[in-house]
């Protein structure tokens, strides 16, 4: 199975930073690498597919980069509804899910 | 509105059996995969299975293999999770999910919970 590491596996920020996380495959994934937020008590929402490609919807202050095995989520000025749990997940082979990052207001 | 609900969760002891469903609308079922993933609590998530449109390619992840079956009914818009051998670890959220391009799980279920314990 591919193992997928994300850091930091929790964050704390002030309104208006800029939020990066990151997730790093233990094989190369090329671009096959998705980015979801959870919400407490909700279920997972898709913000970010194949690396870089933001799903309908979703606010332009999320992006995504990256290729191969190393790959970065952006938030570039973060809003108070944005605290949230998220993940990233590789689907080169069978998915799998990287451990997650809490993000908190500071 | 494109709607995924799961139903089938519960209270299970340890070695009994458990059958999930999903049932979908708003969109043509049959043009999608579909998934389940779960999510112990407190924990993260995990992909358990996922079926290809027409059913043709299955995987399983390496925890449930052997023990869970993943079917659907294209005629029926449904997905099914068929456990057995259910174990502790087995407790969990189970949400059924779309997948777009196979495996970008674009559509989540509220999910419906399994708890094994004797």
């Known amino acids: 199975d591919i193992q997928m590491t994300q850091s930091p596996s929790s964050l704390s920020a002030s309104v208006g930073d800029r939020v990066i996380i990151t997730c790093q495959a233990s094989e190369d994934i090329s671009n096959y690498l998705n980015w979801y937020q959870q919400k407490p008590g909700k279920a997972p929402r898709l913000l970010i597919y194949?690396?870089?490609n933001l799903d309908t919807g979703v606010p332009s202050r999320f992006s995504g980069s990256g290729s191969g095995t190393d790959f970065t989520f952006t938030i570039t000025s973060l809003q108070p509804e944005d605290i949230a749990t998220y993940y990233c997940q590789q689907y080169e082979n069978l998915p799998t899910f990287g451990q997650g990052t809490r993000l908190e207001i500071k | 509105e494109v709607q995924l609900v799961e139903s089938g969760g519960g209270l299970v002891q340890p070695g009994r059996s458990l059958r999930l469903s999903c049932a979908a609308s708003?969109?043509?079922?049959?043009?999608?995969?579909m998934d389940w993933v779960r999510q112990a609590p407190g924990k993260g998530l995990e992909w358990v299975s996922g079926?290809?449109?027409?059913?043709?390619?299955?995987g399983y992840g390496d925890s449930v293999k052997g023990r869970f079956t993943i079917s659907r009914d294209n005629a029926k818009n449904s997905l099914y999770l068929q456990m057995n051998s259910l174990r502790v670890e087995d407790t969990a959220l189970y949400y059924c999910?779309?997948?777009?391009?196979?495996?970008?799980?674009?559509?989540w279920g509220q999910g419906t919970m399994v708890t094994v314990s004797s």
């Open positions: 194949e690396a870089s």
């Open positions: 079926i290809s449109w027409n059913s043709g390619r299955i």
């Open positions: 999910v779309r997948g777009r391009y196979d495996d970008v799980f674009d559509i």
């Open positions: 708003g969109f043509t079922f049959d043009d999608y995969a």
